[in-house]
């Protein structure tokens, strides 16, 4: 069984350029996670979709970050523009239907804006 | 708020010492518990979690945990590391009713000396 997969695994941009992340999830999980971690500081949820719906975005930090998952199948994560905070890893986890069960990360993608 | 609180920031162990992270969480309601530990290189994977039952919990690789209720602890206890053990460890909470995120803490590196 393939796990979670990340895409890129290492992106370098320019402040105010436009990043699109992507992350594919073990098949048959309903629920992706989005969280992400700046140098220094702890993993931070970001949001929750179940399907193709949003659950929480409770921790998307401000309106350059749009999330999607069209079909319910990969997610992609976008920072227009980004900021220099933007930097860190964000990681995608997945998870079988229920909320409590374990979630699978995926091996992150490290953003760096200069 | 929700927080989760690991107590060191770094350990340094010899081949053979034992272990113990600490982790104490603040959450009003039902929760349940993880470690997760990310190895050099490697993606975040689950050592073990807590849903009920009995507070002793057993993970892989000989890693055990105690949830103690009263305290809102979670320590995560090896009784001899290897040096194969190096790596980072997360604590975590993560609730059903609040569709499964998980909060973090700060992460615990551990170096073991050979």
């Known amino acids: 069984e393939a796990g979670v997969t990340q895409f890129p695994s290492h992106s370098v941009i320019e402040k105010g350029q436009t990043v699109t992340l992507r992350c594919d999830p073990i098949?048959?999980?309903?629920?992706l996670y989005w969280y992400r971690r700046v140098m220094g500081k702890e993993i931070k949820f970001l949001l929750h979709?179940?399907?193709?719906?949003?659950?929480?975005e409770s921790g998307m930090p401000n309106n350059r970050f749009l999330a999607e998952r069209t079909g319910g199948t990969y997610s992609t994560l976008k920072v227009q523009p980004a900021e220099l905070e933007d930097s860190g890893v964000y990681f995608c986890?997945?998870?079988?239907?229920?909320?409590?069960?374990?979630?699978?990360f995926g091996p992150g993608t490290r953003l760096t804006v200069t | 708020a929700q927080s989760v609180s690991q107590h060191n920031h770094h350990v340094i162990l010899s081949e053979a010492a034992s272990l113990e992270l600490g982790c104490n969480y603040s959450?009003?309601?039902?929760?349940?518990l993880f470690w997760y530990v990310q190895y050099p290189g490697q993606h975040l994977q689950l050592l073990l979690k807590?849903?009920?039952?009995?507070?002793l919990v057993k993970g892989i690789k000989g890693f055990e945990a105690e949830f103690i209720k009263s305290k809102f602890s979670f320590n995560l206890r090896k009784p001899s590391v290897q040096w194969s053990d190096t790596a980072e460890y997360f604590c975590?909470?993560?609730?059903?009713?609040?569709?499964?995120?998980?909060?973090f803490g700060q992460g615990t590196e551990l170096s073991v000396k050979p």
């Open positions: 975590a909470v993560g609730s059903y009713n609040q569709g499964g995120k998980l909060i």
């Open positions: 979709f179940v399907k193709e719906s949003k659950q929480d």
């Open positions: 959450y009003g309601g039902t929760v349940n």
């Open positions: 807590y849903f009920s039952g009995d507070p």
């Open positions: 098949s048959g999980h309903d629920n």
């Open positions: 986890a997945s998870s079988q239907t229920g909320g409590g069960y374990e979630q699978y």
